[in-house]
């Protein structure tokens, strides 16, 4: 074994006792990020080469720094986004999200269909949609400045149309013309506070982590932003907490304007997300 894996190793078990969830995969990556090769490619790092900033980043996850600030990125289906202080590092969960979101979308008998995706943070959503939908004209909206900080340079030189504003109020030029709105919203309820992670308790923005005592207030909020966006027989989807499974679809009730609504499960099979078709007139 060389030197680079034996401290992998090492760093692995540190992390392990740490309470790091996924120790020996980020004890690798940020190997690999030191290093500047891939995770395959640790065992041709000579001896000689090992750099001694490993440990001083491994110090920073075991204090339960999230692995992708350290990294400055973060990988959310066929992208690579920057990340860092100030914006939500998007979770493999909502990639299931996503793909539910591009498999109604490319169903549509609809030549470029109109996204909108509510809360963007990073742009993860907005950017795997307007990459796997090619026709598609994606319009994202951001209320945080500090999230924009890095939104902005992720969409650049992408054909996402990107604002900042209020997710309750945006779009109003696109009022009836959107074909799908998706959103992961904050969805924590303040009452869970010390049950979050360290990753997100202490590093993700508040704004985009609680959403009042039960975490659903700006869920109720987007159910009426959704309806006027969308044409009838468009598409809401929202990301929610599994322990929200069955609450959500509720809010988007047939006497609001709804039909179809129901829960879905993510990749573990726990309840993950809510959609709903806006009903026909």
Excluded at 42 to 49: A, G, I, R, Y
Excluded at 135 to 145: G, K, M
Aim: charged share 25%.
């Amino acid at each position: 074994m060389n030197l680079l894996l034996a401290e992998v190793a090492q760093a692995t078990q540190r992390l392990a006792d740490a309470g790091v969830p996924s120790p020996r995969t980020d004890a690798e990556e940020l190997a690999a990020f030191v290093h500047g090769v891939k995770r395959g490619e640790l065992h041709s790092v000579k001896d000689s080469d090992f750099d001694a900033r490993y440990w001083e980043v491994i110090a920073r996850r075991e204090a339960r720094e999230p692995l992708q600030h350290i990294t400055g990125r973060a990988y959310f289906r066929y992208l690579e986004l920057q990340v860092g202080p100030g914006v939500f590092v998007p979770r493999p969960e909502t990639e299931s999200v996503v793909g539910w979101a591009i498999d109604a979308v490319r169903a549509m008998d609809v030549v470029e269909p109109c996204i909108v995706d509510l809360c963007t943070g990073s742009g993860a959503i907005a950017l795997a949609l307007a990459q796997e939908v090619p026709r598609s004209r994606v319009h994202a909206v951001e209320l945080s400045e500090d999230a924009l900080k890095w939104t902005r340079k992720n969409v650049e030189g992408s054909r996402v149309d990107l604002r900042q504003g209020n997710a309750l109020t945006a779009f109003p030029d696109l009022d009836g013309l959107v074909d799908l709105v998706i959103t992961n919203p904050p969805y924590i309820p303040l009452t869970e506070w010390e049950y979050v992670a360290p990753e997100a308790r202490d590093y993700d923005p508040d704004l985009a982590l609680f959403s009042g005592e039960d975490g659903l207030d700006l869920i109720r909020g987007l159910e009426r932003t959704a309806h006027r966006l969308l044409r009838p027989g468009g598409v809401v989807v929202v990301e929610h907490a599994d322990t929200q499974g069955g609450q959500v679809p509720w809010i988007f009730a047939e006497d609001r304007g709804w039909t179809d609504a129901a829960d879905h499960p993510d990749l573990n099979n726990r309840p993950r997300f809510a959609t709903a078709r806006k009903a026909l007139p």
